[in-house]
C-alpha cells in the first residue's frame, strides 16, 4: 500500500490539462457547470492548495469511479476571505449531500481554518472521514499529525486480482476498499 505522491498527483493533473488543452483552474471551474446532488467524496483541502493539486486529487478519485465536491470551484461564490452564516450553510448542505470526507493532507494544510471545522462536522454527522496524504515521497504507511492520526488514511495498492484499488488503512492489519468501506462500518478487515 502507498501514498500518493505530489509529483504523481501533479502527473495526474497535467494529463488532463494536455488533453482538454486548458489550465487546472478552468477544467476545476468549468466542473461546476453540471453538479450532481450527491457526491462520493467532500474534498477539504486548504485554500493555500495549488490548482493542479486540487485537479490531480479530484481525477484520481474519478479514476476510481468517485465523484468528489471541491466548493471554491462547485460553489464559486464562496470565498474562504468573505466568511457568513451563508457560507457556513452552503458546505454544511454539501457536506450532508456527501458520502465521505477525504481531508487533503499536504504541506498547505495546517494553515487551513475551515478544514478541521469540515473535519469535525462530518465526523459528528457521517463518521466517514479519511486523509489523504499527498506526500512528498512514496510511504508505505502513513501516520497523521495530532488528531488526524486517528483517522484512516487513503492509498493505492492492487487487490488480489491485481487491479489497482483505493484503500482506507486504519493500520498495517485493518484496511478495506474505499468503495466497501464507505458504505458499511464493519468493513475494514483484519489481517
Not at 478541521?116 to 496524504?133: A, M, N, Q
Amino acid at each position: 500500500m502507498a501514498t500518493f505522491t505530489e509529483a504523481a498527483i501533479r502527473a495526474r493533473a497535467q494529463a488532463t490539462t494536455v488533453r482538454v488543452q486548458k489550465t487546472a483552474t478552468a477544467i476545476l471551474e468549468q466542473a461546476s457547470v453540471s453538479l450532481p446532488t450527491e457526491f462520493d467524496v467532500f474534498l477539504s483541502y486548504s485554500s493555500q492548495e495549488q490548482s493542479e493539486v486540487i485537479l490531480g486529487v479530484k481525477e484520481t478519485l474519478k479514476d476510481y469511479g468517485l465523484t468528489a465536491y471541491v466548493d471554491k470551484f462547485d460553489d464559486p461564490n464562496l470565498a474562504p476571505d468573505n466568511v457568513t452564516k451563508a457560507t457556513a450553510e452552503t458546505l454544511r448542505r454539501r457536506l450532508r449531500q456527501s458520502k465521505s470526507l477525504l481531508f487533503l493532507h499536504s504541506e498547505n494544510s495546517n494553515v487551513s481554518k475551515w478544514m478541521p471545522w469540515e473535519l469535525g462536522y462530518f465526523d459528528g454527522y457521517r463518521s466517514k472521514v479519511g486523509i489523504f496524504p499527498v506526500t512528498k515521497n512514496v510511504l508505505s504507511k502513513y501516520v497523521g499529525q495530532e488528531y488526524l492520526g486517528i483517522y484512516p488514511y487513503v492509498g493505492n495498492a492492487k487487490d488480489r486480482s491485481g487491479q489497482e484499488r483505493l484503500w482506507i488503512w486504519e493500520t498495517e492489519s485493518k484496511y478495506a476498499v474505499y468503495n466497501e468501506w464507505v458504505k458499511d462500518n464493519d468493513k475494514i478487515n483484519e489481517r
